[in-house]
């Protein structure tokens, strides 16, 4: 295949549970509430053995993490992925952390030099490009809503409007990129990852994100509710929690939180 690109994280020679082939159902909307909205009112009609792949030209309400407004025009990939695990599946913080792992994979061999804000943001230069939502339903099994937004051709009338420095595949490389190409290696490489996760949990993850971690060594404000904690990003662990290293150097672990750089 003269498409393939060297792939670190799935050089390990390593047992893994999942079929081999995965079976993707595609559902296409030319315009949609939200992605996440739709599979969470429709899981019914969702084939529970194979990853459904819902995506959207735009949506009317796009939301990201803590129910924040997501805007979205044409020219953007907006997907959900929904898929079951078993109730004790142990690595669900990971699930959006391997799909991040999978998008820069795919974009990284595009030219796109990422980097990764804890838990699952993708940034180019500093700048967001793609968010990861990942919501969880209870029923006899857990129902994985793995949403994603990734601003491919977004021009930048469009992204002064975002609430936050944001910018896109178009405006960095020059050129108009087709959704497909990106979305479907992307669907693929995430589909892989989820097979070594689910075998082998997150330690062969944890170099390669150890790597992309953005803000590395400098001082950040993280939010979890109400509380707020300043310190040191400081480091991965191998479960994908952050290690923060407080004023007093004392190192905690989180494995839920919002984080920003001091202004």
């Not at 949990?201 to 950040?220: C, D, R, S, V, W």
Request: hydrophobic share 40%; charged share 20%.
């Amino acid at each position: 295949d003269t498409n393939y690109v060297f792939d670190p994280i799935l050089s390990r020679r390593t047992p893994m549970d999942l079929p081999i082939k995965p079976k993707f159902d595609y559902i296409h909307f030319t315009t949609i509430d939200s992605t996440n909205s739709w599979v969470k009112r429709n899981t019914d009609l969702l084939n529970q053995n194979h990853i459904s792949v819902i995506t959207a030209n735009q949506q009317t309400k796009g939301y990201g993490r803590f129910k924040r407004s997501w805007m979205s025009p044409l020219g953007n990939i907006y997907a959900t992925l929904f898929f079951t695990l078993p109730l004790d599946y142990s690595y669900l913080i990971n699930l959006g952390q391997i799909l991040a792992l999978a998008c820069n994979h795919v974009l990284e061999s595009k030219g796109f030099p990422l980097q990764l804000k804890w838990p699952n943001d993708l940034l180019l230069k500093k700048k967001k490009i793609a968010g990861i939502l990942v919501e969880v339903l209870h029923t006899e099994k857990l129902e994985i809503v793995l949403g994603m937004g990734l601003n491919v051709n977004m021009d930048e009338e469009h992204l002064k409007k975002v609430d936050q420095q944001a910018t896109s595949l178009m405006l960095f490389s020059k050129k108009t990129w087709i959704l497909g190409s990106i979305l479907n290696p992307i669907l693929y490489t995430f589909y892989n990852y989820l097979r070594l996760l689910s075998s082998s949990g997150f330690t062969h993850f944890q170099p390669i994100y150890q790597k992309l971690l953005a803000f590395q060594g400098k001082e950040i404000i993280c939010r979890l509710g109400n509380q707020k904690i300043q310190g040191i990003c400081h480091s991965i662990n191998s479960d994908g929690t952050l290690n923060l290293q407080l004023p007093s150097g004392f190192m905690i672990s989180l494995n839920a939180a919002e984080i920003s750089t001091k202004k």
